[in-house]
């Protein structure tokens, strides 16, 4: 089992940042790949970022150049930088994580925001203000 709890959501103007944290309790195998979701009212969910166990990245077209993941493995702590927040990045965010790789559509895919995962934290609000 793993255990994911979010932290650092807020409010926040156009133009500023926030630093989400995501701390996971669990094997490392079913952590090897971790990422966030987010999901506003009305809109469908989608992936943000995802990063691997050696530290490879993968971001969504729409945040790229602002938002930044990373990974602290001695404190088995995911964060989420987000820089130049945008009206349209208010949202719920959620932490993801999962084994490296998976079967999709009998496909082998790989560590990326775009694939399902299977450990779902409960999410931090993001709000961010014109």
């Known amino acids: 089992q793993v255990l994911l709890v979010e932290s650092g959501g807020g409010s926040v103007q156009a133009g500023g940042s926030l630093r989400l944290s995501c701390a996971a309790y669990?094997?490392?195998?079913?952590?090897?790949?971790m990422g966030w979701f987010r999901q506003a009212p009305g809109k469908e969910r989608e992936g943000v970022a995802a990063?691997?166990?050696?530290?490879?990245?993968s971001y969504a077209d729409s945040v790229k150049g602002r938002f930044t993941i990373s990974l602290d493995n001695a404190k088995n702590t995911l964060y989420l930088q987000m820089n130049s927040l945008k009206s349209e990045d208010s949202a719920m965010y959620y932490c993801?994580?999962?084994?490296?790789?998976?079967?999709?559509?009998?496909?082998?895919?790989?560590?990326?925001?775009?694939?399902?995962?299977?450990?779902w934290g409960k999410g931090t609000q993001v709000t961010v203000s014109s």
């Open positions: 990063i691997d166990d050696s530290g490879r990245t």
């Open positions: 993801v994580a999962d084994r490296l790789g998976r079967w999709a559509g009998g496909l082998w895919v790989g560590c990326s925001q775009s694939r399902d995962f299977d450990y």
């Open positions: 669990g094997d490392s195998y079913s952590t090897s790949c």
